[in-house]
């Protein structure tokens, strides 16, 4: 399983800016992938992401409305749209993926996945 992010930068409040993960090793058939954060002095957190059969996204509280995730089964890759981009938003953002499906009361704690690619910075600031 390997995973690659890509995207991130600084932008305005306001603003807009887009993630990109590349996996690959496994389908979206049989693991759960999505995008998490890390903001200093916090606990990584979950984002956005998909479980096996799922059709739409799951997104946190924090996000809704304002983040899309979406996926390309051809080409293995997991894309995060963030737009209204807040300072509150800026973190170290990793994409994780996990085998399985899990419910989703516990499918955005980053502590059930264990597969990382590496971190990108998402800054916000004006």
């Known amino acids: 399983v390997q995973l690659q992010a890509s995207g991130g930068g600084l932008a305005q409040p306001g603003g807009s800016l887009r993630l990109s993960c590349a996996f690959s090793?496994?389908?979206?058939?049989?693991?759960?992938i999505g995008w998490f954060r890390q903001a200093p002095g916090q606990e990584r957190e979950g984002v956005a992401l998909?479980?096996?059969?799922?059709?739409?996204?799951t997104y946190s509280e924090s996000v809704k409305g304002r983040f899309t995730l979406s996926r390309d089964n051809t080409k293995s890759t997991l894309t995060l749209q963030m737009n209204d981009l807040k300072p509150e938003d800026t973190a170290v953002y990793y994409c994780?993926?996990?085998?399985?499906?899990?419910?989703?009361?516990?499918?955005?704690?980053?502590?059930?996945?264990?597969?990382w690619g590496q971190g990108t910075q998402v800054t916000v600031s004006s």
């Open positions: 994780g993926a996990r085998a399985g499906r899990m419910a989703l009361s516990a499918a955005l704690f980053a502590t059930h996945y264990d597969h």
């Open positions: 090793g496994f389908t979206l058939r049989q693991y759960s």
């Open positions: 998909f479980r096996p059969g799922d059709g739409r996204a």
